[in-house]
């Protein structure tokens, strides 16, 4: 909660891009052979290294956004630019492996004439803050494959910005479907001044719906590069057949995950509606795996609301029941495990956020269980700052699915006291796997010392090679049917539900 893989036919691509003494850890199942995944045609091409934001600028030296949070590939969207720069540039990468480039460009704009367009707008008993820009310029997609794209705007004077798009997939069945946390990006973005968290005066003064119509703040894209842009290398460079959708398109379409073989949410995935839970709930109980990379996810309740420029482009999070207008209880705008209707997110995950600030080092409790193969991993070994800034836990208050497997149990602090995090593997009626490390700081501790908190470049191997095993198994079918649980639940303390409970805490 803080302010935290060339050789498929050309045809094919052209095709995505339109529309102790411990037991041994048994291998992870190996996704089954066949055609190959576009993926890995896309990033044999040269990528560009230097795509990323070196210096921002002054505040409104140049800024922008999407009418669309995404689009299917040979869609259009329009820009809306500010600058206060005489012109700019625009410039698309899609976001991967690339041999370690990590991104490639695949379009650029002629130059645009720059213009200043207006201040933020704070408008109805939400606080929402909105940009009323006209648009800049309208992008066509034709020739991008699907993906999590940064368009970066390059202005005369030198200033950059990110604004994020994703080319959503057209369908799911038989992929790995990587899922940007958009509602969490907008969650906090203080562009114009308020987020769902403070405004003017604090937190009394925060929005309570804060739209996609504006900018985000920052860089442009700060979320999604520490939550979600080095899993998604990890995963290109796999060569599994993934597919991209993000948490808007998750809650629009009830049928999104039809057919899917995994959903991989990453670092910071707080914002659910009921739309979104509903629909991965569904897709678990028919064998579709789920994989929770960070923490404090399905923490806060939502509703979408449309805006002037589209449907489903207003989050609102009133956090606090009485607070929200609507009459319907289900759709009171709280934490998911407060009334008037509890549904604590621990039935859906396996574990539940307990703990900010959290800080420690991710224990392993169960050496041989099959996502750490080939980790030389032992029990009790530690990899220092991985937890962090929040962190999830086994509760006694649950509900957690039966059987679970308690992978990691790390003793951490979280500001005053002591308490513990889990990472947890469930398996469902239907034979999908659940894996939730337990961490936000999990994604972030893929780039080794470069994430800080003393996370080191063994704990980046470590966290790298699990997520690898992980999403390979998850691959190839309902994990259960390979890996069943051994349940040893019983044999660890679970947290008390405690700091977390009801608070918000920022």
Excluded at 145 to 155: C, I, K, T, V, W
Excluded at 265 to 274: A, F, P
Excluded at 348 to 363: E, N, S, V
Excluded at 406 to 434: E, F, M, N
């Amino acid at each position: 909660m803080n302010r935290a893989v060339a050789a498929v036919a050309v045809l094919l691509l052209a095709l995505a891009g339109c529309g102790g003494g411990h037991r041994r850890a048994a291998g992870p199942s190996r996704a089954p052979r066949s055609a190959p995944s576009p993926a890995v045609a896309e990033n044999g091409r040269p990528g560009n290294a230097d795509w990323k934001v070196r210096k921002t600028g002054a505040e409104h030296a140049i800024e922008g956004f999407a009418d669309r949070v995404s689009v299917l590939p040979g869609e259009s969207f329009r820009l809306f630019v500010s600058t206060t720069a005489k012109g700019y540039t625009v410039s698309a990468f899609r976001m991967g492996w690339y041999a370690g480039a990590q991104a490639r460009k695949v379009w650029t704009a002629p130059p645009q004439a720059g213009r200043r367009q207006g201040a933020a707008k704070t408008t109805g008993k939400t606080h929402t803050v909105t940009a009323s820009w006209q648009p800049s310029l309208t992008v066509s997609t034709r020739g991008w494959p699907e993906g999590s794209y940064l368009l970066r705007l390059d202005a005369d004077s030198g200033a950059q910005r990110f604004v994020p798009i994703t080319v959503r997939s057209a369908s799911t069945a038989g992929r790995v479907v990587i899922l940007n946390g958009t509602t969490t990006w907008q969650a906090y973005n203080m562009w114009g001044g308020r987020d769902l968290y403070q405004g003017p005066g604090g937190f009394d003064g925060r929005s309570r719906a804060v739209s996609f119509d504006r900018p985000y703040d920052g860089n442009g894209a700060v979320k999604f590069l520490a939550f979600e842009q080095p899993a998604i290398a990890l995963a290109e460079k796999t060569g599994l057949p993934l597919a991209y959708e993000t948490d808007n398109d998750l809650h629009h379409d009830p049928r999104l995950l039809d057919g899917a073989r995994a959903l991989v949410t990453l670092g910071h995935d707080e914002y659910w509606s009921t739309a979104m839970r509903d629909e991965t709930t569904k897709a678990r109980d028919a064998g579709m795996n789920i994989a929770f990379l960070g923490a404090n996810a399905v923490n806060r309740h939502i509703r979408f609301e449309p805006t002037a420029l589209g449907a489903d482009r207003l989050v609102v999070c009133y956090k606090s029941a009485d607070e929200d207008p609507i009459k319907d209880p289900a759709e009171k705008t709280q934490d998911w495990r407060l009334s008037p209707k509890p549904r604590p997110e621990s039935a859906l995950i396996g574990i539940m956020y307990t703990c900010f600030p959290a800080d420690g080092a991710w224990k392993v409790y169960r050496p041989d269980a099959w996502m750490f193969a080939g980790t030389g991993a032992r029990e009790g070994e530690e990899f220092p700052g991985v937890i962090g800034p929040e962190s999830d836990a086994v509760t006694s208050g649950g509900p957690t699915p039966r059987p679970i497997e308690v992978l990691a149990h790390s003793t951490i602090h979280c500001g005053t006291y002591t308490t513990t995090s889990d990472a947890t593997y469930y398996t469902a009626k239907s034979g999908a796997g659940v894996f939730a490390t337990g961490t936000m700081r999990w994604v972030c501790s893929m780039r080794g010392r470069a994430c800080g908190h003393g996370v080191t470049g063994k704990a980046a191997s470590f966290v790298s090679k699990v997520t690898e095993n992980v999403l390979r198994a998850f691959a190839a079918g309902p994990a259960g049917r390979a890996h069943p649980v051994r349940d040893n639940l019983g044999k660890i303390r679970p947290a008390k539900t405690g700091l977390a409970q009801g608070a918000d805490l920022d």
